[in-house]
């Protein structure tokens, strides 16, 4: 039996491998298109396919996957705006908390939304503390989530926050500077929470080329997302 995506994230992290994902919105993709993206990450170094968005229509999540299963072996990751994206055929879930933020809708609503579909269907979900973080853009998330992120400069806040999610028990932290951030997540917050926090760091938002990821890595983060920057540039992933 395969190891547990958790266990296989916290294995890369004791080696010091870094992990970088995909992040695919099934707002934005065209079910067309998706065998030629997938053709390309599998040709790359690419870890893990994050799966979500903040605005999808309900079935759309679940003919994405369906349709990206049948074309690739890499771990399908959901990575949900709401509990109305969860899908049985991934192979892990991200159990986002939008720790960031005040909103109860996002710190237990949803998750409580989420129960009747995890009763029902046996996939792992990993405790993740969401941390929203100004990226120079009004993010659909804070939009969505009726929440503000916390600024760049709050550096010991957001340490705290992520503290206190490992506190909470959450197994990744997760910094965000939104999709399509102008100032991905400082080195300053990747360096602080990474040295405080046990638990693996994610980080994502804005990073739009190969020194971009390498920096986030060198700095401590253990699995970068990236999606903007694969519609703007279709051979990106032939370089990283
Ligand atoms: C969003 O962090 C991801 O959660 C990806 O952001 O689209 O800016 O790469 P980009």
Request: hydrophobic share 40%; charged share 25%; aromatic share 6%.
């Given at each position: 039996?395969?190891?547990?995506?958790?266990?296989?994230?916290?294995?890369?992290?004791?080696?010091?491998?870094?992990?970088?994902?995909?992040?695919?919105?099934?707002?934005?993709?065209?079910?067309?298109?998706?065998?030629?993206?997938?053709?390309?990450?599998?040709?790359?170094?690419?870890?893990?396919?994050?799966?979500g968005?903040s605005n999808v229509?309900k079935g759309?999540t679940?003919?994405?996957?369906?349709?990206?299963?049948?074309?690739?072996?890499?771990?399908?990751?959901l990575f949900p705006g709401d509990y109305s994206q969860l899908t049985p055929?991934?192979?892990?879930i991200l159990f986002l908390a939008l720790?960031?933020g005040?909103n109860p809708e996002y710190l237990i609503e949803q998750q409580i939304k989420s129960i009747p579909f995890l009763e029902k269907n046996?996939v792992?979900c990993?405790p993740t503390?969401y941390?929203?973080?100004?990226?120079?853009?009004?993010?659909?998330?804070?939009?969505v989530s009726n929440?503000?992120?916390?600024?760049?400069?709050?550096?010991?806040?957001?340490?705290?926050?992520?503290?206190?999610?490992?506190?909470?028990?959450?197994?990744?932290?997760?910094?965000?500077?939104?999709?399509?951030?102008?100032?991905?997540?400082?080195?300053?917050?990747?360096?602080?929470?990474?040295?405080?926090?046990?638990?693996?760091?994610?980080?994502?938002?804005?990073?739009?080329?190969?020194?971009?990821?390498?920096?986030?890595?060198?700095?401590?983060?253990?699995?970068?997302?990236?999606?903007?920057?694969?519609?703007?540039?279709?051979?990106?992933?032939?370089?990283?």
């Amino acid at each position: 039996m395969r190891n547990s995506i958790l266990q296989d994230i916290l294995k890369a992290k004791k080696q010091g491998k870094k992990l970088l994902a995909v992040l695919l919105d099934p707002d934005k993709l065209r079910l067309s298109k998706v065998e030629k993206i997938i053709f390309k990450i599998n040709n790359s170094s690419i870890d893990y396919i994050f799966i979500g968005g903040s605005n999808v229509a309900k079935g759309l999540t679940e003919k994405c996957v369906l349709k990206i299963k049948q074309h690739t072996e890499i771990p399908v990751i959901l990575f949900p705006g709401d509990y109305s994206q969860l899908t049985p055929q991934v192979d892990a879930i991200l159990f986002l908390a939008l720790i960031s933020g005040r909103n109860p809708e996002y710190l237990i609503e949803q998750q409580i939304k989420s129960i009747p579909f995890l009763e029902k269907n046996k996939v792992e979900c990993i405790p993740t503390g969401y941390i929203l973080i100004d990226g120079g853009t009004t993010t659909a998330t804070q939009k969505v989530s009726n929440t503000n992120p916390i600024l760049q400069e709050e550096v010991q806040l957001i340490e705290h926050t992520a503290l206190a999610g490992q506190y909470l028990g959450k197994q990744l932290i997760y910094l965000e500077a939104g999709s399509g951030a102008k100032k991905p997540i400082s080195d300053a917050i990747i360096k602080k929470v990474s040295q405080t926090c046990t638990i693996p760091i994610i980080v994502g938002g804005g990073l739009r080329s190969k020194e971009m990821i390498e920096k986030a890595f060198d700095h401590g983060a253990d699995l970068v997302v990236i999606g903007t920057i694969l519609e703007e540039d279709k051979n990106f992933l032939q370089n990283v």
